[in-house]
């Protein structure tokens, strides 16, 4: 079982719609959790991070954890064009600077 | 301020060859992350650094090695570069180290290894 997983898409959405990313993690002890965003041949940019159970918003984004379930997710709304990227999930499980990666969601925003 | 920056951004070795990339944080960054991304294997760590100290290491073999400097900039060394280092490096840069600290990526380093 991987560390983080995520469904590696493509997730197809038509602009103006909400777009649903989804990860889950098998570390218990994990603490933080960040969703990047990776554009073709860029680095992968922070978007969001979230510690705490519920849902944490940040304009068109939300974060949502459930540590029971050991699950993060992140909902884009009014999905753009230009949010057509790759979504990766990361994981924090100690007081370190590792995390760890899912492979990635892909986001494909319809005009 | 003033992101992360990489050098250089591109580099083309050959087999068995050494290579070294550098990376400056942003201002005030004490730690520093490296990561390797490939398309099979994603984004992987590769060690992390900490006042000049390694605090962390991933499942890499030894020819992969690292500094930090009192500045806090960091560099990694590849000895007897394999066709398989062939990958983006990416450093990563946090203010401090542990929960609560978000990491923020430089434009990342492309080996090719020929």
């Known amino acids: 079982q991987k560390e983080v997983e995520q469904n590696s898409g493509p997730l197809s959405v038509p602009e103006g719609a909400i777009a649903s990313l989804n990860c889950t993690y098998s570390?218990?002890?994990?603490?933080?959790f960040f969703w990047y965003r990776q554009y073709s041949g860029k680095s992968p940019e922070l978007i969001m991070s979230?510690?705490?159970?519920g849902d944490k918003e940040d304009g068109r984004f939300t974060a949502q954890l459930n540590k029971a379930s050991q699950y993060v997710s992140l909902l884009i709304r009014d999905s753009q064009p230009s949010d057509s990227a790759t979504y990766l999930c990361?994981?924090?499980?100690?007081?370190?600077?590792?995390?760890?990666f899912g492979q990635g969601t892909t986001l494909q925003v319809k005009p | 301020k003033a992101g992360v920056t990489q050098t250089p951004r591109y580099l083309i070795k050959t087999r068995g060859q050494q290579v070294t990339l550098s990376c400056s944080p942003i201002?005030?960054?004490?730690?520093v992350s490296w990561y390797q991304q490939t398309p099979g294997q994603g984004l992987q760590f590769l060690f992390e650094?900490?006042?000049?100290?390694?605090?962390n290491k991933g499942n890499f073999p030894g020819r992969f090695s690292g500094r930090q400097f009192s500045n806090s900039r960091s560099e990694m060394n590849v000895s007897t570069l394999e066709l398989g280092d062939s990958a983006l490096y990416l450093c990563?840069?946090?203010?401090?180290?542990?929960?609560?600290?978000?990491?923020?990526f430089g434009p990342g380093t492309r080996l090719t290894v020929l």
């Open positions: 990563a840069s946090s203010l401090d180290r542990g929960l609560g600290n978000e990491q923020f």
């Open positions: 570390d218990r002890g994990s603490q933080s």
């Open positions: 979230i510690y705490s159970n």
């Open positions: 990361a994981v924090n499980s100690g007081n370190t600077g590792k995390l760890i």
């Open positions: 201002s005030g960054h004490r730690s």
């Open positions: 650094y900490f006042s000049e100290t390694q605090r």
